[in-house]
């Protein structure tokens, strides 16, 4: 009887559109994920933005420092013109000298300290930003290759069906819903196959008598324990 043959030809079609369907998927969500890139652009965001207001610290400081190196020389360029001869306002002059000196040191120690911060922050972007554009050529070879593989898997799963249809022309409608019936509730396997006398989908020994009607294959002979169509190997 060949029904059991187109029954059995069904279900193969059927676990390879299954094995496809399921591949098509997890492409799918493959191609929606990135949350490595998401990662690593987000690690660039955050040291730039750490980085912006120490540069402008530098920047600050550095104008101060000059700002200071600016008083302090025409305090003592005034000090040293001989204008002066008052000793309270020379003593002034002098106190306000060693006050501007001490300032200029404090600022010159903190400007170090950021640009120490700065270089850290520079590198620590640079790595960020080279590891950033590794990330984007890794995925954009990654998207075209799975891109590819779901294409040719479209292009199967179309043939598949092609198949599928003139086979299921030649089975009556009574199977069809047998066949979809024992598809649903069996895991996606309607049709299994008999290896000696065990049904293949739940692993248990048929009697004789059951074995030799698959063997005869003129009719839809069922296992006795798990329901699924059997076909002879
Ligand atoms: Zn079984």
């Known amino acids: ?76 360029s005034r000090l040293y013109s001989g204008k002066v001869s008052n000793p309270k306002e020379l003593q002034d002059i002098q106190e306000k000298i060693a006050e501007l000196k001490r300032r200029h040191t404090q600022l010159e120690d903190r400007l170090l300290e950021t640009m120490i911060n700065v270089e850290e922050l520079q590198d620590a972007l640079r790595a960020a930003n080279t590891h950033l554009s590794q990330v984007q050529s890794e995925r954009a070879g990654e998207q075209t290759a799975l891109s590819e593989e779901q294409k040719q898997l479209r292009r199967e799963i179309r043939a598949l069906k092609q198949d599928r249809e003139t086979v299921e022309q030649r089975i009556s409608p009574d199977l069809q819903e047998l066949y979809a019936s024992l598809r649903a509730q069996k895991k996606g396997v309607a049709v299994a196959v008999l290896q000696g006398e065990m049904c293949s989908g739940c ?22 324990s798990c329901g699924r169509i059997l076909v002879a190997d």
């Open 1 to 76: 009887m060949s029904i059991v043959r187109d029954l059995y030809r069904l279900q193969r079609i059927d676990l390879e559109l299954d094995a496809r369907r399921s591949r098509v998927r997890e492409i799918t969500a493959l191609l929606e994920q990135d949350s490595v890139l998401r990662e690593a652009e987000a690690q660039v965001a955050s040291l730039q933005n750490t980085l912006r207001p120490q540069e402008a610290h530098a920047t600050d400081l550095n104008l101060e420092i000059q700002s200071v190196g600016e008083q302090s020389g025409e305090l003592s």
């Open 203 to 224: 692993r248990v020994d048929q009697t004789t008598m059951l074995v030799q009607r698959v063997r005869r294959g003129q009719e839809i002979v069922r296992c006795a």
